[in-house]
């Protein structure tokens, strides 16, 4: 008897040691179960702190430059200023916003410069202040001119073709969709007779008059009343300015080809995804550990913010130093800084990055599940993929240049990371691609075709 307990004891003992490691390599190969709950209108997909592709196999992006454009001095056709954002069209010509310059220029796919767009002034074709070019369903140029609260468009060759007036504040980003409606950031300042004020920022769905037809979020800032003038009242309120402004969750969105929007604001990792009609029917959710603010992280946000505003200011060096000592800063960053897409239809989202050293990936599938996370030594700003390749914005020796990378998705297998095989299709779930769109309804018979 005490040899037929021994051995049930071993084999009870050897089915847990069995069990333990099947359910942990379960876990460690990414087969986590993630959480999708759906009802008639919103699919929710909760995902955990760990990847989980439904194969159980690493995933990566290696991304390789391969031309730059920009010098530090020389011909003017390639300095930019501080300020610069850019896109390429289906042929792969850059175009590059320079808004310190107020004006876009062209490039060929080579990086040759080509031609340049718009310059400072009132006029047709001119500049105030100057948004990323994008590209209408008649594949012409349009640019967002904040200050003068209009969009201005144009032909691949830079000819100034037309513009449309806004009766409201335009803010950016700014899309126009295949069917004519614009997405966008709606800026309004209401004034107070006590002297406070508050400035209001609605971002949705709007019709071509301009009329709000779905509000995705909106958000509101109080302003006190005029304080004291004196050198360390200054001092005292930009200090609260530097503070707030470092690492304060910023809302991303994108209006992807597809009409559809993707909507977050990393208070906490949550994604909204809205059809063309603006329905809310999507919500992608990550468990997440919230990432510390580190001492060089205030270090580079202190000197940034220094040079883009602060030095702008006439004000005395006493009161820029004493605001950058006297600022405040939070403990944690937000959820993410920002999202794009790959052209299989991945959402790649930027959780973290420093000073173009590194950036820190997430990937979720088409369905919105969380597969792979990797870092990249490659520039977070600005960055887009588009042609087969990735683009991006460096800062080198504090200026600023265009790039263009090569890229390969990879994926570990047999101790090895080899090229993953991708079709380039973008996909949407089955609930999303059943949804009923009702573009009519939400405009009330108004047309809501771009003329």
Not at 20 to 34: K, M, Q, R, T
Not at 131 to 149: A, E, G, H, Q, T
Not at 419 to 425: L, P
Request: hydrophobic share 35%; charged share 30%.
């Amino acid at each position: 008897m005490r040899i037929n307990r021994n051995i049930c004891s071993c084999m009870i003992f050897f089915c847990f040691v069995f069990l333990f490691f099947v359910f942990s390599n379960h876990e460690i190969l990414g087969e986590e179960p993630v959480d999708i709950q759906s009802s008639e209108e919103v699919q929710i997909i909760s995902n955990s702190k760990i990847p989980s592709p439904k194969d159980g196999t690493k995933i990566r992006i290696v991304f390789e430059e391969e031309l730059s454009i920009g010098v530090e001095e020389g011909d003017e056709n390639y300095m930019f200023g501080n300020d610069v954002v850019f896109n390429t069209d289906d042929k792969g010509n850059f175009y590059v916003t320079d808004w310190d310059r107020k004006r876009i220029q062209k490039y060929d796919p080579e990086g040759k410069y080509l031609l340049t767009i718009g310059r400072l002034g009132q006029g047709p074709g001119e500049f105030q202040n100057i948004s990323k070019v994008r590209f209408d369903s008649r594949n012409k140029l349009y640019v967002v001119d904040i200050s003068s609260r209009r969009i201005s468009f144009f032909d691949h060759k830079g000819e100034f073709q037309n513009m449309i007036k806004s009766p409201v504040g335009l803010g950016r980003p700014f899309y126009i969709n295949s069917q004519g409606f614009f997405i966008f950031r709606e800026d309004k300042i209401v004034e107070y007779p006590d002297g406070t004020g508050a400035f209001i920022s609605t971002y949705g769905l709007f019709d071509n008059n301009f009329d709000l037809v779905v509000e995705f979020y909106r958000e509101k800032w109080e302003a006190g009343p005029p304080s004291s003038r004196d050198e360390d009242s200054i001092a005292k309120n930009l200090a609260k300015d530097v503070g707030d402004s470092a690492f304060r969750p910023k809302i991303n969105f994108i209006v992807r080809k597809d009409d559809y929007v993707y909507f977050g604001y990393p208070e906490k990792y949550e994604i909204k995804v809205f059809n063309p009609g603006g329905d809310l029917i999507k919500i992608i959710k990550r468990e997440y550990d919230p990432i510390r603010v580190t001492q060089k992280d205030i270090e580079i946000h202190a000197q940034n913010y220094k040079e883009k505003v602060l030095d702008t200011l006439q004000i005395s060096e006493y009161i820029k130093e004493k605001a950058i000592r006297l600022a405040k800063y939070p403990r944690y960053k937000p959820a993410y800084n920002s999202f794009t897409f790959t052209e299989n239809g991945w959402l790649l989202v930027i959780v973290d990055s420093l000073d173009d050293e590194y950036v820190l990936f997430d990937i979720f599938n088409q369905e919105g599940r969380y597969i792979a996370q990797f870092k990249a030594a490659i520039p977070a700003r600005g960055l887009f993929f588009k042609n087969g390749k990735a683009y991006a914005v460096a800062t080198e020796n504090g200026y600023k240049f265009v790039k263009r990378y090569s890229y390969e998705i990879q994926e570990f297998r047999n101790n090895e990371w080899i090229r993953k095989k991708i079709i380039q299709k973008r996909e949407l779930s089955r609930k999303i691609g059943k949804k009923c769109i009702r573009h009519s309804s939400l405009i009330k018979g108004k047309n809501t075709f771009f003329k």
